[in-house]
């Protein structure tokens, strides 16, 4: 059986900031008071709670726009426009917001289909996200590769 250990230290770094502490992630933090801290969660949960707060979302009307303001929020993956990358963190924000408070409405009304159209959104998006922070950590890794047989 392995166990992995985390120094307190390391514990901390990986709650503030759960991206690899690799170059290519550093667009995905903010650096605030000496420690790496994740620019999507920094933008995105205070933006959902504020949503929650003032706009009172529910309906399907919040379950789809939730949805598609999810997938806009991708637009990030493809630019190198840092500023557009944090606009689109906030609109995952956003989506996040309508998409709790559409699911609090659809689970306490019953509302079955529109709890399996949330759900079938939200794990699509997880995928997609998935699968970015793995081409990513593989383009980080073919590059490494080609650093070592350079050297040879």
């Not at 557009?84 to 917001?97: E, K, N, P, Y």
């Not at 759900?119 to 980080?140: E, F, N, Q």
Request: proline letters at 3%; a positive charge; charged letters at 15%.
């Amino acid at each position: 059986m392995m166990r992995i250990s985390l120094s307190p230290q390391e514990f901390r770094e990986l709650l503030l900031s759960h991206h690899p502490n690799l170059p290519c992630f550093n667009d995905d933090v903010f650096i605030i008071f000496n420690r790496r801290v994740c620019a999507g969660c920094v933008l995105a949960y205070p933006t959902a709670v504020l949503v929650l707060l003032f706009l009172h979302p529910s309906g399907y009307e919040s379950i789809f726009l939730s949805i598609a303001l999810a997938v806009v929020s991708q637009v990030r993956r493809v630019s190198k426009n840092i500023l557009l990358q944090h606009s689109c963190r906030i609109i995952a924000g956003i989506a996040l917001g309508f998409g709790i408070g559409g699911g609090y409405w659809a689970l306490s009304n019953g509302q079955w289909f529109a709890v399996i159209v949330l759900v079938s959104g939200a794990a699509g998006y997880t995928l997609l996200k998935a699968y970015s922070v793995r081409a990513k950590l593989l383009r980080v890794q073919q590059e490494r590769e080609m650093c070592e047989i350079d050297r040879l």
